[in-house]
């Protein structure tokens, strides 16, 4: 793995300043204020909403409480998708801070995971790493970890430690010299404007000639729509945390520098802004 480490940390310590604000229909024993938060782009909702949780909690009727959920202009917010891709999939062309409503009843079961502790965020964030890791190396390098090796993945995590987190995610990262990368890249392609919850197939890296593939050529393969529409109008925008990578940049180095903790490149393909 090149060692690109600004662009790592910038890519970890990238922030989101969100305004949590109360549904209008729940019921409080006095008015609820609005909860400012920075989220880490790299993080769950329901790994760092505690804060929010409690401070609703302290005007609500205790039994008027049941499983929280968050929703941003009428759509339900997954909290099994990291927050940075909630962000650049429902709200990346408005104005800051997000703006999320804050639920404790009416679960929508047709749009969310049910979520009721910790342990079922670890499961789902070690199962994608794992998934991750049969597609870059056959799940060598994973399984030859040990089990604290794991968990220090998920402490990383989830107590926002940088250090702590790359001293074992970077052995996922590597490959040997001959292969000049991973054998499939892991990514998931999401579009703002379709009901399929993504597109994810097999991409390898290097082309049979011994070229970089670049993000271009994923897009090409994969979502063409979204590089050439039909009436050559660019329509849309190409966002991975935050930002809209160039088209020539090599998948690789993507994959390398710009996945998600949980090891995959999520690429979110939204509208572009028109004014």
């Keep these: 793995m090149t060692d690109d480490k600004d662009v790592l940390r910038d890519v970890w310590f990238g922030r989101i300043p969100t305004c949590f604000t109360l549904y209008q229909d729940e019921i409080t024993e006095r008015e609820a204020e609005p909860y400012y938060l920075l989220l880490p782009r790299i993080s769950y909702l329901t790994l760092v909403t505690d804060k929010v949780k409690k401070h609703f909690q302290k005007v ?113 990262m590597e490959y040997p010299p001959e292969d000049n990368g991973f054998r499939y890249i892991p990514f998931r392609i999401y579009q703002a404007t379709t009901e399929r919850p993504f597109i994810q197939k097999l991409f390898r890296p290097i082309a049979s000639g011994g070229q970089l593939h670049t993000l271009g050529d994923l897009l090409k393969d994969v979502c063409p729509s979204a590089i050439s529409p039909e009436d050559g109008e660019q329509k849309t925008q190409v966002m991975i945390h935050g930002i809209e990578p160039m088209l020539e940049t090599p998948i690789q180095w993507l994959s390398e520098h710009m996945s998600y903790p949980d090891n995959f490149l999520h690429i979110s393909i939204i509208p572009r802004p028109t004014d």
């Design 60 to 172: 609500m009727r205790q039994e008027e409480v049941s499983e929280i959920w968050f929703e941003y202009e009428g759509t339900p917010l997954k909290w099994h998708y990291p927050i940075g891709l909630l962000f650049d999939l429902h709200a990346s062309n408005t104005a800051l801070p997000w703006s999320i409503t804050v639920h404790f009843k009416n679960f929508p079961e047709k749009d969310l995971l049910h979520c009721h502790s910790k342990d079922v965020i670890e499961a789902h964030f070690m199962a994608c790493i794992k998934e991750a890791d049969a597609l870059k190396h056959k799940s060598q390098v994973i399984n030859e970890m040990q089990k604290k090796d794991h968990k220090q993945l998920w402490m990383g995590l989830q107590n926002d430690k940088f250090e702590q987190f790359w001293a074992i995610n970077r052995k996922l």
